[in-house]
């Protein structure tokens, strides 16, 4: 595997506090992303990163707001968490044209 | 906007029977990667099996094989001799260059004892 570890791994938190989750790889790879899973909808790409300080976003990308300031680590904040952004969070790495490996995930419930 | 659709929420098997999970995704591009991925309830995702849009040849992974269907825009995913640990989420993926995947909802495999 790639190594990939997140953190936390769950976490339950208020209406409006600033959440940030955190995704570390061994692997030095250069592609990083975090994806949301929810039901029905599979996984869907909320930002990701192809460098150091490149960023760009994804799908649903609303409401958070991403950081990599080095290749081991992409930082996932949601600056005032809502209710719609309970959900499963995956961070995954990948290098060009190969499969990408994912976290074990985090949990994220907000009250 | 590429798609991906797993229009079965769930499915079940008899353990050591062969059963078949579908996928069909709409793209306009004809270089693209397909893939299938399991996710256990451990929550980690796990790559089944990949298939390049320009090989012809279905891919297969020991007991997982792919009926890869280009034209009709088919990707199906085959286990045979089901296993209790085969029980899962299973998504299909899609990706072009540049390693955007797109997910489909996902399907439920029961494995029956």
């Known amino acids: ?111 | 906007a590429q798609t991906v659709t797993q229009s079965q929420p769930e499915m079940s098997v008899q353990e050591a029977e062969t059963v078949t999970l579908s996928c069909t995704y709409d793209t306009s591009e004809s270089d693209y990667y397909l893939f299938w991925y399991k996710q256990p309830p451990s929550r980690q995702m796990i790559l089944v099996i990949r298939q390049e849009a320009y090989k012809q040849q279905n891919a297969t992974e020991n007991r997982f094989s792919v009926n890869f269907q280009k034209a009709a825009k088919s990707f199906s995913l085959k286990i045979s001799d089901s296993q209790l640990g085969d029980a899962a989420m299973y998504f299909c993926a899609y990706r072009i260059a540049g390693n955007m995947l797109t997910f489909g909802g996902g399907t439920r495999l029961m494995v029956k004892p």
């Open chain 1, 1 to 111: 595997d790639a190594g990939i570890t997140q953190s936390p791994r769950h976490k339950v938190t208020e209406t409006g506090t600033p959440v940030t989750l955190r995704c570390h790889q061994t692997e030095n790879h250069r592609y990083m992303y975090w994806y949301r899973q929810d039901p029905g909808h599979g996984l869907r790409l909320i930002h990701y990163s192809y460098g150091v300080k490149d960023t760009d976003k994804g799908e649903v990308s609303d409401g958070y707001s991403v950081s990599r300031s080095k290749t081991e680590d992409f930082l996932l904040t949601l600056e005032s968490a809502t209710s719609s952004q309970t959900s499963v969070y995956f961070c995954a790495t990948g290098q060009n044209n190969q499969p990408q490996h994912f976290g074990d995930g985090t949990r994220l419930s907000i009250l």
